[in-house]
């Protein structure tokens, strides 16, 4: 019960950490996303539309050009009428005061002068005098026009009907009566008596022409919803440009208001979620071994999220072109650590996540999907560093070629390419040729082992192999026919040749440590002589343990030491046990001292080393080289495999074993040279 508890527990806490893998790389995706996407429509006016033909989704406003605004504004401000105060009182004190000081008369001038310079200094008063530096600036438009307020009427007199303070004094002392007295005149400052009675309405006037700029029309039209604005390949006239223009300015407008931006998060996260837990539900239906395996599901969402999330950034700050991501390296990883399927399933994901934020989706879907099926197809099997970089000269080309096919197709003019997108994508295959220190650091990361890493390991030279050819040459040469056996069924059924071979070359690593005890290295002297049936066993059993040790003393990877430990499985030292059981039948046994301590393969590859390991150990012992002889062996040695439940927690089949079983066959039958019996010929 116990047991069963303890499990469930477990079952249920690698849902819970899926479920926040998963709605976590939802989470940044959505938050990287772009609200406002219209800086990635590039609009050049002059030139052919190169997107495709664009339909107003909504009635908007076509606003006018700022230039034509300004215009309007600066023939507003022309017309614009300031609002001046006329004051009754400062020409009435001023005309008082000029009777109060020269109410005697005025020296050398006859009395009849005071009545006259009152009268006019009344006249002048009435039709108004303004401060001379804002009479200068209003006076240079002829037809300029000024509102004077006198109580609560307002009326539009022209400037010119006006006087300033130098011109009203001007006119006073040019009068025809007062001429001959203008000496006499001038000693009177009667400048003093000639001031400013209409006065500046800062605040009226300010206010009145914030109305008028306020009611100047910002559009000229309305763009209805559904209306045709310009097909793919048009010309982008003046008028089109406004247009386009006018339903970006409204998109953004429109994207501010709280309601529609709750619509648009809203429309992101349906979006992302859908595409995100499609690829979740496909490795948990057809690859449970990845979905199930916390490195592998990790490494495929911290890429799908790293690069949709800086394809988002770069669409929202408008950085360079989205064609410089290197996206096929997300491919490339997953295909040399997993499979062209999950490969596949990853980058379309991220390449139709990615699309949503761009204006211009299909040709990116176009350009990036090829790129992927280019890389997966390249690097089938990756054996060497030169794969990569003739796989980045292939995404390269490919995508220039696929680029240039639609632009054809849009414009059919060879003459007006747009060659910085294909300078965005010779940066890209570039930044691809870093692919092989970037899946150095992906391999270590997630602890994936590469191809490349396997070969580097099958090195001869490598330190442990060295050590095994020079102290157990004959565990070294049977590692050798078991990798060459092993690879022959991995290619016969779909397997990981590679590593079986490499898992093969060190499955007995741990034999150098005591090589004389097994038979392969053994030349005369039998170290078993003298020694009980179980600690025969227990040193032949030690060479799993042993090898565990060396294989953490190296720091090899976990995939080849579970070679290491599922080789013999959890199998018994059969020769030392029946031994064991036949000479002292009457002692119990306790079978745990001849067993491995395991466990048994969970991987087809590690089911197909047991197997060839096991088949090439007894091949030794045959007596007579016969095809009869081999098939007996093998069919005997793989069935008790089978029977006994070795391989119930691998995905084999038996399909898979009777594969391996001809190919056994066949290569032993190789390897051994059996011929046909000739006849011998009967004596007369």
């Not at 899926?18 to 609009?43: C, E, H, S, Y």
């Not at 066993?537 to 579970?562: C, F, W």
Request: proline share 4%.
């Amino acid at each position: 019960m116990k047991r069963h508890l303890t499990k469930e527990s477990g079952y249920w806490q690698r849902l819970l950490v899926r479920f926040f893998i998963v709605v976590g790389t939802i989470a940044l995706i959505v938050w990287a996303m772009p609200r406002d996407n219209q800086t990635n429509f590039k609009i050049e006016r002059g030139k052919p539309w190169r997107y495709a033909d664009f339909t107003a989704p909504f009635d908007f406003p076509i606003y006018k050009t700022e230039a034509l605004i300004q215009k309007e504004r600066d023939s507003l401000l022309r017309s614009f009428e300031p609002y001046y105060n006329y004051n009754t009182l400062i020409g009435a004190n001023h005309v008082k005061q000029f009777l109060q000081d020269y109410r005697d008369g005025i020296p050398e001038v006859p009395s009849s002068c005071v009545n006259i310079i009152t009268n006019l200094l009344t006249h002048l008063y009435a039709k108004g005098i303004m401060n001379l530096s804002e009479y200068n600036s209003l006076s240079v438009d002829s037809s300029k026009m000024v509102r004077v307020v006198i109580g609560k009427n307002a009326s539009s007199i022209p400037v010119k009907k006006l006087y300033s303070t130098v011109r009203a004094y001007e006119l006073l002392m040019s009068d025809e009566h007062l001429a001959p007295y203008h000496d006499q005149l001038a000693k009177c400052n009667l400048n003093d008596y000639v001031v400013s009675n209409l006065i500046y309405d800062k605040d009226r006037s300010d206010a009145s022409l914030e109305d008028q700029l306020g009611s100047i029309p910002l559009a000229v039209g309305v763009a209805q919803r559904g209306e045709k604005i310009i097909d793919r390949g048009d010309i982008v006239s003046d008028e089109t440009y406004n247009i386009l223009e006018s339903y970006f300015r409204e998109s953004q407008r429109r994207e501010k208001d709280n309601v529609q931006l709750s619509y648009v998060i809203l429309g992101e996260i349906l979006y992302v979620s859908l595409f995100v837990i499609c690829f979740t539900v496909y490795l948990w239906i057809f690859r449970r071994d990845y979905y199930e395996n916390p490195r592998s599901i990790a490494m495929i969402y911290v890429l799908l999220t790293l690069f949709t999330v800086a394809a988002s950034l770069m669409v929202s700050h408008t950085i360079l072109h989205v064609y410089i991501m290197p996206f096929a390296m997300v491919p490339i990883f997953i295909r040399v650590f997993m499979d062209s399927r999950s490969a596949f399933m990853a980058h379309t994901t991220m390449v139709l996540i990615c699309a949503a934020v761009l204006q211009h989706p299909l040709e990116f879907i176009a350009v990036e999907e090829i790129a992927g099926i280019v890389a997966i197809f390249s690097l089938r099997e990756l054996s060497s560093r030169s794969q990569l970089f003739w796989a980045a000269v292939l995404i390269t080309v490919t995508t220039m070629l696929v680029n240039l096919s639609l632009w054809w197709v849009r414009s059919g003019d060879i003459d007006q390419i747009d060659y910085s997108e294909y300078n965005y994508l010779l940066i890209s295959g570039i930044v691809l040729f870093c692919s092989y220190p970037l899946l150095y650091i992906v391999e270590k990361t997630f602890n994936f082992t590469s191809n490349i890493t396997l070969i580097e390991l099958s090195d001869m030279n490598k330190e442990l192999l060295r050590r095994m050819s020079e102290v157990a040459p004959g565990t070294f040469q049977h590692s050798i026919q078991v990798g060459n056996l092993a690879a022959e069924i991995a290619n016969k059924i779909g397997a990981k040749s590679q590593l079986v071979r490499t898992g093969a070359l060190y499955h007995d690593i741990g034999k150098t440590e005591n090589p004389i005890y097994f038979t392969e290295n053994q030349a005369g002297m039998n170290p078993h002589e003298g020694k009980t049936y179980v600690e025969s066993a227990q040193m032949l059993i030690s060479h799993v343990t042993e090898g565990l040790k060396l294989a953490d003393k190296y720091n090899l990877p976990q995939v080849i030491r579970e070679f290491i430990a599922t080789h013999h499985g959890l199998g018994k030292t059969k020769y030392f046990y029946v031994k064991q059981k036949n000479e002292f039948p009457e002692e119990p046994v306790d079978d745990l001292l001849f067993t491995y301590p395991g466990p048994n393969p969970s991987t087809k590859e590690q089911a197909i080393l047991m197997m060839a390991d096991s088949v090439e150990a007894a091949s030794r012992s045959i007596h007579e080289y016969t095809e009869q002889n081999i098939r007996d062996v093998v069919t005997r040695i793989v069935d008790a495999q089978v029977e006994e439940g070795y391989f119930r927690d691998c995905p084999i089949t038996f399909r898979d074993v009777e594969y391996a079983k001809t190919v056994l066959i066949e290569k032993l039958k190789t390897i051994y040279h059996t011929r046909i019996s000739y006849p011998e010929l009967k004596k007369q």
